[in-house]
T-cell receptor, first 116, second 115 residues
Framework: AQSVAQPEDQVNVAEGNPLTVKCTYS??????LFWYVQYPNRGLQFLLK??????LVKGSYGFEAEFNKSQTSFHLKKPSALVSDSALYFC??????????????FGKGTHLIIQP | EAGVAQSPRYKIIEKRQSVAFWCNPI?????LYWYQQILGQGPKLLIQ????????DSQLPKDRFSAERLKGVDSTLKIQPAKLEDSAVYLC?????????????FGSGTRLTVV
């Protein structure tokens, strides 16, 4: 079975400071990893994904994430936070060896609050 | 391209009533997913369709939940009878296919409140 842990319910960062939202995962094989963002009363918006190749993945809105296989982590980062980054962030995983069944397993989400 | 369409946006029903949600995926997307997102939790996969066939329904509470995708395009998810714990946002997502990686596109969801 696959699982995702987001250990922080909320992360508070001052505008202009770097931010990190943590994610660790567990799969039986090799993972596909994703970050999504959700604004109030909106669906999930894709930020970035790790499939293969470079461990540092760059995505939308200046976000990036680093895949660390030994630590089974995929932390989301941004060098300089904006107030508009305030939202609910979800990490998700899919086992590459899942065959046709390829639905995502999500973490519980982390509220990111950027203070002006 | 048009996104994943879901309706209704909101629904309030009494417990033991039935309810249905509709999803129209992106044109040409063979794979369709229904997720349940309870407040304070991440989305949980309920069912995955590949065209009009079920690929994975291992987390679907089959005693009260059912879903169909008869013509391999749009899909309906039904709950009968509803319980208080079914209050959640029901998200539909679609993808071009499986077997290799395709991206997933999510709809805005249907927020169900059971009272």
């Amino acid at each position: 079975a696959q699982s995702v842990a987001q250990p922080e319910d909320q992360v508070n960062v001052a505008e202009g400071n770097p931010l990190t939202v943590k994610c660790t995962y567990s799969v039986s094989g090799n993972p596909y990893l994703f970050w999504y963002v959700q604004y109030p009363n909106r669906g999930l918006q894709f930020l970035l994904k790790y499939i293969t190749g470079d461990n540092l993945v760059k995505g939308s809105y200046g976000f990036e994430a680093e895949f660390n296989k030994s630590q089974t982590s995929f932390h989301l980062k941004k060098p300089s936070a904006l107030v508009s980054d305030s939202a609910l962030y979800f990490c998700a995983v899919r086992d590459r060896s899942g065959g046709g069944a390829d639905g995502l397993t999500f973490g519980k989400g982390t509220h990111l609050i950027i203070q002006p | 391209e048009a996104g994943v369409a879901q309706s209704p946006r909101y629904k309030i029903i009494e417990k033991r009533q039935s309810v249905a949600f509709w999803c129209n995926p992106i044109s040409g997307h063979a794979t369709l997913y229904w997720y349940q997102q309870i407040l304070g939790q991440g989305p949980k996969l309920l069912i995955q369709f590949q065209n009009n066939g079920v690929v994975d329904d291992s987390q679907l509470p089959k005693d009260r939940f059912s879903a169909e995708r008869l013509k391999g395009v749009d899909s309906t998810l039904k709950i009968q009878p509803a319980k208080l714990e079914d209050s959640a946002v029901y998200l539909c997502a679609s993808s071009l296919g499986t077997g290799r990686f395709y991206g997933y596109t999510f709809g805005s969801g249907t927020r169900l409140t059971v009272v």
